[in-house]
């Protein structure tokens, strides 16, 4: 297109973007050798992030809303993989490997690379991102990462820290299950800049799975890895709203200088999100590497594991995940694992997920300091043990028992040096609290009785029939 065309559409988009909505079909008489108005839509769709303008249905094009950005409706969590995903996933697999991918050689060679895949990660070894392994993640892992993403993201969304125009930067981002559940919980008017760095061979994928994400939506895709990227050349000057990390810290040489790297782009009032599974290396490894960016630099935990006392970091392992309802099984986990006796190895529906959220500016979820006239510090647990105290902590976990004991729960309130579990001797309607609780809410212990449990080196917090528990927000 010739340049001046282009540049003479952005000026009359300028000029009448706030006089009235701009339809290609008046624009074009305005421009030097009356482009075609197709011409002049796609150029408006081209440039819509520069120019804050949406498209309507009508095929108008208005300016952006402005302000926090409301969800496109009620989020009641996620109970099966979108079957338009499903459908682009096995058109992909069908043309890499035949109609019938999951059966003969094909479906071997995929349940082989998932295989050990598996193994390599629960060894903490490097994995060889080529095609084969990026579609047998696309199989087994998108539907899950597609769930958590939007569990972390909806509560974002509900806590009104997006913008309507929205600038994203997806680090590591796979095969795309972030991407896809992010933009499946905003409304059509939402404009996005979405930018993605993956130098595998999963961008393929992703490019595939974003083909068709709207008018409003600009993609891009960043071909190498999360160290080498030059970030202002390749996504421009203007900061990050969002900065996403969807499982791939733990995969990082150098996690921390990245996280931190990736926290200069943020907006002053942006968000980064960092999501691991819920297994004891990365969910551990992933509260290291928050305590490190919150204690070193400018960061501020907004949740989960908000830090309520000043002044205050805390120490202990704090296996802290979260775990929400299974998935329906995606036909093509179904097809590859039918193909192989349909024992379930190659079914992935668990949605457990450990994740931190930082902030710039110093906004936590739980924007609460708590008195020590009222409330005892877990810094200060060793000063308690065998007495009765009054705590503040948020719940960081389901119940652990697996019912074969009393229940249990870890808390935290960002003072903790070694950690706190409660542990629930006698049920009553007084502390019926803590069961009932979401994970990453707060809870008002009173009249705990704190031991200390040498087989966990971890300090038992009592909850029995004297102990009164309510959510404190």
Do not use: C
């Not at 969590?77 to 979108?82: A, K, L, S, T």
């Not at 003072?415 to 629930?424: E, G, I, R």
């Amino acid at each position: 297109m010739n340049p001046e065309t282009r540049r003479q559409i952005r000026e009359n988009a300028k000029y009448l973007r706030n006089v009235r909505p701009l339809d290609p079909e008046e624009l074009y008489e305005y421009v030097e050798g009356q482009p075609h108005p197709a011409v002049v839509k796609q150029v408006l769709r081209e440039e819509a992030v520069d120019l804050a303008i949406v498209e309507e249905d009508d095929g108008t094009f208005v300016p952006a809303p402005e302000g926090p950005l409301s969800p496109a409706g009620p989020f009641h969590g996620v109970e099966r993989f979108p079957d338009e995903y499903e459908q682009r996933v096995e058109s992909m697999l069908a043309d890499a490997y035949g109609d019938d991918w999951a059966r003969g050689e094909s479906g071997d060679r995929l349940r082989e690379r998932i295989r050990e895949v598996k193994e390599r990660y629960l060894d903490r070894a490097s994995v060889e991102y080529d095609d084969l392994t990026a579609h047998g993640y696309a199989i087994y892992h998108l539907p899950d990462y597609y769930a958590v993403a939007q569990y972390v993201l909806a509560d974002l969304l509900a806590d009104g820290l997006l913008p309507s125009q929205l600038r994203v930067l997806d680090v590591g981002a796979g095969v795309g299950g972030p991407a896809l559940g992010l933009l499946d919980l905003l409304p059509d008017e939402a404009l996005v800049e979405y930018h993605a760095v993956e130098p595998s061979a999963a961008a393929d994928v992703l490019d595939t799975l974003l083909s068709d994400t709207g008018s409003n939506v600009s993609v891009t895709v960043h071909r190498e890895t999360a160290e080498e990227v030059d970030i202002e050349a390749e996504t421009g000057d203007e900061p990050f709203d969002l900065v996403l990390f969807g499982n791939v810290l733990n995969e990082l040489a150098d996690p921390v200088a990245v996280v931190e790297r990736y926290f200069d782009a943020l907006a002053e009032d942006g968000t980064v999100v960092a999501l691991e599974p819920a297994d004891r290396n990365t969910a551990t490894e992933l509260r290291e590497i928050e305590r490190a960016v919150a204690d070193d630099g400018p960061a501020t935990v907004y949740a989960p594991t908000v830090r309520l006392w000043p002044h205050q970091s805390p120490e202990g392992e704090s296996w802290s995940f979260d775990r929400k309802p299974d998935i329906e099984v995606p036909s093509m986990q179904k097809r590859l694992d039918d193909a192989a006796g349909g024992t379930g190895e190659f079914v992935n529906v668990d949605v457990q997920y450990a994740y931190s959220v930082l902030r710039k500016d110093d906004q936590r979820a739980i924007e609460l300091t708590p008195d020590r006239g009222t409330h005892a510090p877990m810094a200060d647990a060793e000063n308690y043990v065998t007495g009765r105290v009054n705590l503040l902590g948020i719940k960081l976990s389901r119940d652990l028992s697996e019912g074969d004991s009393n229940p249990l729960y870890l808390l935290g309130d960002g003072s903790q040096q070694v950690d706190h579990f409660a542990v629930v001797t006698e049920s009553t309607l007084l502390n019926d609290d803590l069961r009932e609780a979401d994970y990453g809410d707060l809870l008002s212990l009173q009249n705990a009785l704190v031991l200390w449990n040498d087989d966990e080196e971890a300090y038992n917090v009592v909850v029995d029939g004297e102990t009164t528990v309510d959510r404190a927000r």
